[in-house]
């Protein structure tokens, strides 16, 4: 059980378009889901909470507006990576916590996509 | 905010070697979360680690949390090539949403 599915696992744009990334619990509902981004050889660093129903809390240094996070249901959230750039590029992960869940329990963990702007 | 450190930032051991990660955090723990990595995959759980002086241990990781609870340690008996990877501590914040954040990482080489 505990199953997050992320989609695409991959994907390559053109500099300019957006991309969006879902982040889908298979097996239980989620209040709330977390985005992280990794650079190579770097650690997971956390971009935003996802809640559903509400907007997304951005963490210090993420632009709102570039990266446009909607969680709509209990189990899904997206991240829109509008107009990409270069620099975009990056491996994007999302996490999801059961609802109703222990704030301790373990957070379950989408496999990633790796994003490439060309 | 929760701040973790982690060490070392990389380790090569040859196979069959023991070896220690410590994660250390700038505040008392309210939990202490240990995930493995292969670089673009997902994280796989570990170990969670609560209680000051808790040890917990699954086939041959064992996971410490001190009893300040503000450092762990990551103890790998007999490596092998399948533990290599990147090791990431994390911890739940007090904020509202509980995030997990994570320390800085540990990256494993294993020879054989």
């Known amino acids: 059980g505990a199953v997050v599915s992320q989609h695409p696992s991959r994907v390559i744009c053109k500099s300019g378009t957006s991309v969006k990334i879902e982040c889908r619990s298979l097996d239980f509902q989620a209040t709330t889901m977390f985005w992280y981004r990794q650079f190579p050889k770097q650690s997971l660093m956390l971009m935003a909470t996802s809640n559903e129903g509400s907007k997304a809390t951005y963490e210090q240094g993420v632009e709102k507006d570039k990266f446009l996070i909607n969680h709509a249901s209990l189990t899904l959230s997206t991240l829109t990576v509008t107009s990409a750039h270069p620099e975009d590029s990056s491996f994007y992960i999302c996490s999801a916590r059961r609802s109703g869940g222990d704030y301790n329990s373990p957070l379950h963990f989408g496999n990633g996509t790796r994003l490439t702007v060309t | 905010s929760q701040e973790l450190e982690q060490s070392p930032q990389s380790l090569i051991v040859q196979e069959g070697k023991n070896l220690t990660i410590n994660c250390t955090s700038s505040k008392t723990l309210y939990g202490l979360y240990w995930y493995k990595q292969k670089y673009g995959e997902g994280l796989i759980f570990l170990m969670m680690l609560q209680k000051g002086g808790e040890e917990k241990s699954h086939e041959k990781i064992t996971a410490k949390l001190d009893e300040k609870k503000q450092q762990s340690s990551l103890h790998i008996t007999a490596s092998q090539p399948s533990h290599a990877g990147i090791y990431l501590c994390?911890?739940?914040?007090?904020?509202?949403?509980?995030?997990?954040?994570f320390g800085s990482g540990t990256q494993l080489t294993v020879l054989p």
């Open positions: 994390g911890a739940i914040s007090s904020g509202s949403a509980r995030q997990l954040t």
